[in-house]
């Protein structure tokens, strides 16, 4: 089975500044997708940036940006520039990929509460 | 398109009633997965379909709770005999099949709370 693993509850940074959201991850699959996705104060939960395991190169979309190291089992998001839209709770997700291309349920990490300071 | 809507947003319920939660999934996308949703919690995977066929049931579905998309369009998550533990937030989301992205896209989901 896969587990997803956020390690800490809450974090804060100051508008403007840099932060890293860490996640680990757990599997034997080879084949598989990793996202990012934020859920804001009573709001839907959106994707914020996705990862293809079989891709070396990080992905990267704008100021957020993932550092994705597949033999230690870890996909942390960094944000750049922070903003007081990026506040907001954030979900490490894992996904299996069939070979096929078709899809399967994500499997969540408990997520970290992310805070932006004026 | 208006992206994935769920009806109603909040439902209070005292415990022994039954619920039952609506969710319009993205015109052309073909699967829709629920997922529950605790305080303090990421979601957990219920179920899903692929068109009409439900494909897979989590463990967490219990036989108090059933699930229908028929026609492949809409679908229906029922409660029977609600019990405090089924307080949560449901969360429906669909994806297009042949979309080898793999993103599913959430609705903004049902929050149940059984007194």
């Known amino acids: 089975a896969q587990t997803v693993t956020q390690s800490q509850p809450e974090m804060s940074v100051q508008e403007a500044e840099t932060v890293t959201l860490s996640c680990t991850y757990d599997?034997?699959?080879?084949?598989?997708?990793l996202f990012w996705y934020k859920q804001p104060p009573s709001r839907q939960m959106i994707l914020v940036i996705r990862?293809?395991?079989?891709?070396?190169q990080n992905a990267t979309e704008n100021r957020f940006s993932v550092n994705f190291q597949k033999a230690a089992k870890s996909f942390s998001l960094k944000i750049s520039d922070s903003q007081l839209g990026d506040t907001a709770m954030y979900f490490c997700?894992?996904?299996?990929?069939?070979?096929?291309?078709?899809?399967?349920?994500?499997?969540f990490g408990k997520g970290t509460k992310l805070s932006v300071k004026p | 398109d208006t992206g994935v809507s769920q009806n109603p947003r909040h439902k209070i319920t005292k415990r022994g009633q039954n619920v039952t939660f609506r969710c319009d999934p993205i015109s052309e996308h073909n699967r829709l997965y629920w997922y529950r949703q605790t305080l303090g919690q990421g979601p957990e995977f219920l179920t899903y379909?692929?068109?009409?066929?439900?494909?897979?049931k989590s463990r967490l579905l219990s036989d108090r709770f059933s699930a229908e998309r028929p026609k492949g369009s809409f679908s229906t998550l029922e409660i029977q005999r609600t019990e405090q533990g089924d307080s949560a937030m449901y969360l429906c989301?669909?994806?297009?099949?042949?979309?080898?992205?793999?993103?599913?896209?959430f609705g903004p989901g049902t929050r149940l709370t059984v007194t």
């Open positions: 990862q293809e395991a079989y891709k070396q």
């Open positions: 599997t034997s699959e080879n084949n598989y997708y």
């Open positions: 989301a669909s994806s297009y099949l042949i979309d080898d992205r793999g993103e599913q896209y």
């Open positions: 997700a894992f996904m299996k990929r069939s070979y096929g291309g078709s899809q399967g349920n994500l499997i």
């Open positions: 379909f692929q068109n009409e066929a439900q494909l897979e």
